[in-house]
């Protein structure tokens, strides 16, 4: 979207997985020391409190201002422009990936995320959730105001299956949990268990070291 006018394009992209970056990693420096003085920072104060993946969600949605001016075809120039992802579609399956693999550092991001059991989807749609010009114009505390008294639809999505990474950046081990008939299973190698039926959702959901999450779409 254009800053000076408000003009919109729009690129529609299929996509198999969306990749999240913890908000821990939004906002880095190009310099590795500077990003390591900050990550220590925050991950001290983060470590008992962990990261939720809607806020994760919500980062990725956020605009974001590009670097370089685009040229805009209403304003016949080059302008400060920002882009933006939304979704305008919702698959049956929803993947969401988090970015645990930290290229800058070259090191693993280990904080906890947490994520629910069921997830509306339906305030990333894009009437929803697309900036628009007049809310680029208003005050921080103002664009709050507008967005809770927006209502968007209810689209839910039940967890049915992740995937936990544990070790490092060069080797570790991988381990899926699956929901199978209202029943939670570990699948690590060729051990498979079934969780107890007390303890099944709060073994998933504890666990810190998710590394991607699998949703499928409640029926309407």
Partial sequence: MCDTC????????PFINVSLSLPLNKGATSSARKYNERRENISSRRRAQKIDVRTCINHFSDPEPLADEVYCDWCKAKTK???QHTFAKLPTILCLHLKRFDAVTNKK???PVSFPSVLDMGPYLPHWREVEQTDVMLRGSERKIV????SSPSILYDLCSTINHSGTLFQGHYISNVKVDNNWYSCSDSEIHRYSEEHAEREVLGNGEAYM??????SQ
């Fill in 6 to 13: 408000g003009f919109k394009r729009k690129h529609m992209e």
């Fill in 81 to 83: 422009t920002q882009k």
């Fill in 109 to 111: 991001i280990d904080e």
């Fill in 147 to 150: 967005e809770e008294n927006a």
């Fill in 213 to 218: 999450l699998f949703y499928m779409r409640r």
